[in-house]
């Protein structure tokens, strides 16, 4: 598996629901990831964005989609959004709160 791609704080492509950060990128092909190791989340961020995954091969994508299968798929934070609480659950069942955004109404 290839390192996780770190990218600065304010992340265009979002962050975690619960703690606002991220710990980066993963590559599948050329799909992206984003994924918060602490809270065990990821968020897709679109398709050949980086090019990073050019430099990757079938067997770090293999190991990838099997690091990301235990994460729990949400929607990222995103900085111009106020917050709302939703509980879901996670890969193994359990019920988990997760902090999520709407946008704010202009005005």
């Known amino acids: 598996m290839k390192k996780v791609v770190q990218l600065p704080v304010k992340n265009h492509f979002g962050d ?45 994508w293999r190991l990838n989609a099997i690091l990301l299968s235990h994460y729990l798929e949400v929607e990222p934070f995103k900085h111009d959004m106020e917050p709302a609480y939703r509980s879901c659950r996670d890969v193994q069942g359990k019920a988990k709160v997760f902090r999520l955004h709407k946008t704010r109404a202009a005005g």
Do not use: L, M, S
């Open 16 to 60: 975690c629901p619960q703690c606002g950060g991220n710990d980066g990128y993963i590559n599948i092909g050329r799909d992206h990831w984003f994924v918060c190791r602490r809270h065990g989340v990821k968020w897709y961020v679109g398709t050949d964005i980086f090019p990073g995954w050019r430099n990757e091969n079938a067997e770090e």
